[in-house]
């Protein structure tokens, strides 16, 4: 079956950096685009990062836009979300998420992680 | 920046049918997603492209698109629907509505 699992998630400082992982299992990998989305502690759902199937096209949301990065190891089944210049606002659940679309950049999300958290405070 | 506005919160008594709104602009011309997402669990998608269940969700969800309004009905509501539920479009990026709160009276 299809599982998503994320790691990584800790306490730091602001302005420090933190990398995400998302080990994956169960399906194809490399057929898959993946996303990072996340939430803050008793709040909704925000998208902050898409990474194709192939690696060759990256998204971003405004709110992380310069500052985060995502890279996929297809060799690994994994996916990775580097998070630098953290703000406290940053703190929340990050869920790695499988797009839906084989071979294909569709923008919404069958399958979660269980998430991980990350908390931004001095 | 695009928005997707949701109700805060909706009640439904058991074994009756729940409705939960999602607007935005021009909403009619995308396509909207909905997720159930229940206390310290991920999402669940419940509907894409407006009106289509994934394999696996109970016939009792549906989803339709009117105007600039998805609604999600919940038809025979029952105790393990309490939860938060979530619409989603794509406007430059996936967007998320604010969620609504459903709770089973």
């Known amino acids: 079956q299809v599982q998503l699992v994320e790691s990584g998630g800790g306490v730091v400082q602001p302005g420090m950096s933190l990398r995400l992982s998302c080990a994956a299992s169960g399906f194809t990998f490399r057929h898959y685009s993946l996303h990072w989305i996340r939430q803050a502690p008793g709040k909704g759902l925000e998208w902050v990062a898409v990474?194709?199937?192939?690696?060759?096209?990256?998204s971003f949301a405004d709110s992380v836009r310069g500052r985060f990065t995502v890279s996929r190891d297809n060799s690994e089944n994994t996916v990775y979300l580097q998070m630098d210049s953290l703000r406290p606002e940053d703190t929340a659940v990050y869920f790695c998420?499988?797009?839906?679309?084989?071979?294909?950049?569709?923008?919404?999300?069958?399958?979660w992680g269980l998430g991980t958290l990350v908390t931004v405070s001095s | 920046s695009y928005e997707l506005a949701q109700p805060p919160s909706a009640s439904v008594a058991p074994g009756q049918t729940a409705s939960i709104t999602c607007s935005g602009d021009?909403?009619?011309?995308?396509?909207a997603y909905w997720y159930q997402q229940k206390p310290g669990q991920s999402p669940v998608l419940l509907i894409y492209?407006?009106?289509k269940r994934p394999s696996g969700i109970p016939e009792r969800f549906s989803g339709s698109l009117s105007a600039n309004t998805a609604t999600l009905a919940i038809s025979g509501t029952q105790d393990v629907d309490e939860g938060d539920y979530y619409c989603?479009?794509?406007?430059?990026?996936?967007?998320f509505g604010g969620g609504t709160r459903l709770t089973v009276l």
């Open positions: 492209h407006n009106t």
């Open positions: 998420a499988r797009d839906m679309g084989p071979l294909q950049l569709v923008y919404y999300f069958d399958y």
């Open positions: 021009k909403l009619g011309e995308k396509f």
């Open positions: 989603l479009a794509w406007d430059r990026g996936p967007v």
């Open positions: 990474i194709s199937y192939d690696g060759s096209r990256k």
